[in-house]
């Protein structure tokens, strides 16, 4: 049994959208963020773990039929790096297995502190993927957006570009929060400083989750704010740059020092 438990919400086990393939997606409990757009408000409460990372693997294998051609794990949340223990433990079996491994996160606990800054890159010895979620590009506005600034989620970002690691950056595309020409150039502005971007992907807000605020008991900060519009979402991608980015492989990665 492994030393440290994972605090899981849910398990996704044909999931299409969180990396390459057919993915099976385990959704980890507990967050830090506060997004105002958030669609999984009911992952923010954190708890003491209590699932075995090779227990969890096991009933993730049961799938691995389904994973040819590029699927795997995904680790998603919640924040997953909160469990960066866990996810240790369990990307270090998945890779004996010969399983694809990927994270999705906002990067938020990133710290070039120790002792997060070992468990990272030996977390990175395992990791096929990582799916950077980028809220803002403004530290500012950043934190008004998720409770949080954003320098060391860039410098997650810039460090991950320093070792190699292939990257897909996501963005939340919300209309009168992150939407503005000035904030989309910017944005493009930084990613253009990274070498290790395969995919660049704008996400629309939606408001599918809206009812998990309401069931908590908590004001949703976005009430009448519409999703965007196929042309504000066209419009976001064009000045993103979004299509330079698909289908890009790094040839080679560096050595994680």
Known sequence: MG???GALHSIETFGSVDGPGIRYVIFLQG????????HNADTWQMRNGEA?????????LRYRSYWRGGGGITVSGGEPLLQIDFLLELFEEAKKQG???????CGQPFTREEPFFSKFKALMTNTDLVLLDIKHIDSEQ???LTGWGNENILDMARWLS????????????????????????????FVRTLSNVERFEVLP?????????KELGIPYPLEGIDPPTEEQIAHANELLHTADYQGFRKSETKKIS
């Open 52 to 60: 075995d990372a090779k227990d969890v693997l096991q009933r993730a």
């Open 99 to 105: 399983i694809h491994t990927v994270i999705d996160t």
């Open 142 to 144: 950043h934190r008004t």
């Open 162 to 189: 320093s070792i190699g690691k292939p990257v897909w950056i996501r963005h939340v595309l919300v209309p009168q929060r992150n939407d503005s020409d000035e904030d989309l150039r910017r944005l493009d502005a």
């Open 3 to 5: 030393e440290h438990k």
């Open 31 to 38: 967050c830090a963020m506060r997004c105002q757009f958030c």
């Open 205 to 213: 807000y939606h408001t599918l989750g809206v009812y998990k605020w």
